[in-house]
């Protein structure tokens, strides 16, 4: 390999590492933004992206948006599973192909990061959820129970 690839290539693999590279401590945070092409959409709080962090240098990744749980997709509850069927598909809409990543830190089950995310519109997705009544606030403790009582049924 040329001496500028190699050039090239260490310098971008540590930007990327340092992008997205899970911090020292849980208040760290890359501020960003970041732009982010979405690549899918998981579930009715997190997405699949590419992030572009250089010219030519795009990193695959999976970002929980900040401060928000939907429903689960795979719950035993029908109800539940109605319900993130429906956040899912409205994530989808707001979301669009482009987004801006901010506020970047680890998230607590890793293989992700967690982020405050905000469409090519400028309209910020969790307080968008939020008030289309498909996700709740969530600040990392306990998650509450989406089914109603006498509801939970075996997944089908």
């Given amino acids: 390999m040329n001496r500028f690839i190699l050039g090239f290539l260490a310098p971008a693999a540590l930007l990327a590492a340092t992008v997205f590279a899970c911090p020292a401590s849980a208040e760290e945070v890359l501020s960003g933004p970041v732009q982010a092409a979405v690549t ?3 579930d009715g709080d997190t997405l699949a992206v590419e992030a ?5 240098l795009v990193l ?3 970002v929980r948006i900040r ?3 939907a429903p689960e ?7 539940e599973r109605a319900m993130a069927a429906a956040a899912r598909d409205r994530l989808t809409l707001l979301v669009g192909e482009a987004i801006s990543l ?4 680890d998230d607590k089950y890793g293989g992700r990061v967690d982020a405050d995310v905000v469409n090519a519109l400028g309209t910020d997705i969790k307080a968008a959820m939020i008030a289309a009544g498909l ?4 600040n990392g403790g306990t998650r509450g129970d989406w089914c109603p009582v006498g509801s ?3 997944a089908k």
């Fill in 152 to 154: 939970i049924e075996t």
């Fill in 52 to 56: 572009h962090l250089w010219p030519g």
């Fill in 60 to 62: 695959s990744q999976n």
């Fill in 102 to 105: 901010q506020h970047i830190g």
């Fill in 40 to 42: 899918r959409v998981i």
């Fill in 135 to 138: 996700v709740r606030a969530y």
């Fill in 67 to 69: 401060g928000i749980d």
């Fill in 73 to 79: 997709l795979h719950s035993t509850c029908a109800a």
